[in-house]
């Protein structure tokens, strides 16, 4: 018998899940409703029958039964930037609550933005139940093209201008204004705010809320830098402000921790300032390395967990979905390190 005639027959004669009911002693929907996290059993009856379906080698076949229910319990996860551990960690998260749900991310990385409405295509190609978002810019055709085949789509943190995709992220514009609050409290008066892109709503709603607060307590000479989001940003950054001004700023928000690092670094080993006595700096995210000892930066932590908890129960609720707000704010907490 030739190798493909012996995969023929070991694939026709694979056990099904009436094979796994009679060894249990359960129904056929039993065994179905025993591979799906999200649905409510008996934790010894789930027990017995996935132990059996071990004992049979039998596996549920997912693209069969998306077929029938026509759904295929997979989300699409579309990201750009994967050099921040905190979509690192939104993506651990995400995962692990969704599985609650039965549901899997199909993991989408976008290396160009302008490519994003090629990968929607692709994405859709699978049939996906849900679309998230992250880290990337959407326009307002490319989320009617999904909400045209009724996929629910929802950016996380990140937000557009429209009244039918959700947004999930945490008030970056208070944020600002909260950094603006706690420099002008600690005495600074020469400020500066590192950016990243300068079309991302992050970016745009810290620096707003940031410069609107300074503005209501008389400081408007404010130094600007867009950059990336890396480590690498950081340093350039700052040898920008050197060369850019005649007097060094006194306090800095940076866009992120990884920005921050930079910057602290840059401050410390090419310029041998004092952090904070010579230059305060302040970072976003509050990622491990913002606890680390040899940095140790005061930053604006993000609730993670409520926000990925709220989009999953928009993903997964199309009621919901359609009569929430289009903007879920969630406010940031300033947890206060060493570098401010």
Do not use: W
Request: glycine residues 4%; neutral net charge.
């Amino acid at each position: 018998m030739s190798d493909n005639n012996l995969n023929n027959q070991q694939k026709n004669s694979r056990n099904t899940s009436m094979d796994v009911a009679r060894l249990v002693g359960v129904s056929q929907a039993t065994v179905s409703r025993a591979f799906d996290p999200s649905s409510k059993m008996k934790p010894t009856t789930r027990e017995k029958v996935l132990n059996a379906a071990l004992s049979l080698n039998y596996t549920p076949d997912a693209i069969a039964r998306s077929l029938i229910s026509n759904n295929t319990n997979i989300i699409a996860v579309i990201m750009q930037n994967t050099t921040n551990p905190f979509y690192a960690k939104v993506l651990t998260k995400l995962s692990i609550q969704l599985r609650k749900f039965g549901k899997q991310i199909l993991y989408f990385y976008l290396d160009n933005p302008d490519n994003l409405q090629q990968m929607i295509t692709q994405v859709l190609q699978y049939r996906v139940d849900g679309i998230l978002i992250t880290s990337i810019n959407l326009s307002s055709t490319i989320a009617d093209t999904c909400l045209n085949f009724g996929i629910p789509v929802v950016l996380f943190n990140r937000q557009i201008n429209s009244s039918k995709i959700q947004s999930v992220c945490c008030d970056n514009f208070q944020a600002g204004r909260d950094c603006a609050d706690y420099f002008v409290m600690k005495g600074h008066r020469r400020l500066a705010f590192i950016g990243g892109f300068d079309t991302a709503s992050t970016t745009l709603k810290r620096k707003e809320g940031f410069l609107s607060r300074l503005r209501e307590r008389g400081i408007t000479d404010v130094t600007i830098y867009h950059s990336d989001y890396t480590y690498e940003a950081g340093i350039s950054a700052f040898h920008h402000l050197v060369k850019e001004q005649d007097l060094l700023p006194d306090a800095i928000f940076c866009i992120s921790d990884l920005v921050c690092a930079g910057v602290i670094d840059c401050i410390r080993h090419n310029y041998h300032l004092s952090i904070p006595d010579d230059i305060a700096v302040i970072g976003f995210d509050d990622i491990d390395l913002a606890s680390y000892q040899s940095y140790d930066i005061t930053s604006f932590s993000q609730p993670i967990d409520d926000m990925i908890s709220y989009t999953c129960e928009l993903l997964m609720s199309p009621e919901k979905y359609s009569q929430e707000s289009n903007l879920t704010l969630f406010p940031c907490t300033l947890i206060t390190r060493t570098t401010a």
